[in-house]
């Protein structure tokens, strides 16, 4: 079955840290390019972080730039995100997503073959 699973959410103090996991079944995680995106209640799904499928090149969104990292495993054919310096405005469900055929850091939201089913983050204010 192909599929990508996050874990790793739960609820944090402000200024705390939570780390992120992607696990994928089915295919080769370390052949995908992985972005993390975020939905919070009432608001437009955003992305957050993107690792190349090479995993050399990196973007983040300005919001989470210096406390947030993304990077991957092949060995364990996972994917994380940890997440430092947690803020009130990160409370959200953080969704991850592989693209087999997108390259580089700017890829379309309609090349992203898998997705997870989420993973609730909450940060006390």
């Known amino acids: 079955q192909v599929q990508l699973v996050e874990s790793g959410g739960g609820f944090v103090q402000s200024g705390g840290s939570l780390r992120l996991s992607c696990a994928a079944s089915?295919?080769?995680?370390?052949?995908?390019?992985v972005t993390w995106f975020r939905q919070a209640p009432g608001k437009e799904r955003e992305e957050i972080a993107v690792l190349s499928s090479g995993g050399v090149d990196t973007s983040y969104a300005y919001f989470v730039m210096g406390r947030f990292t993304v990077a991957k495993d092949k060995a364990k054919n996972e994917a994380y995100l940890q997440m430092n310096s947690l803020k009130f405005e990160d409370t959200a469900v953080y969704y991850c997503?592989?693209?087999?055929?997108?390259?580089?850091?700017?890829?379309?939201?309609?090349?992203?073959?898998?997705w997870g089913q989420g993973t609730q983050v909450t940060v006390s204010p």
């Open positions: 997503a592989a693209s087999t055929t997108g390259a580089g850091i700017h890829i379309p939201t309609f090349m992203y073959n898998y």
């Open positions: 089915g295919f080769n995680l370390g052949n995908a390019a």
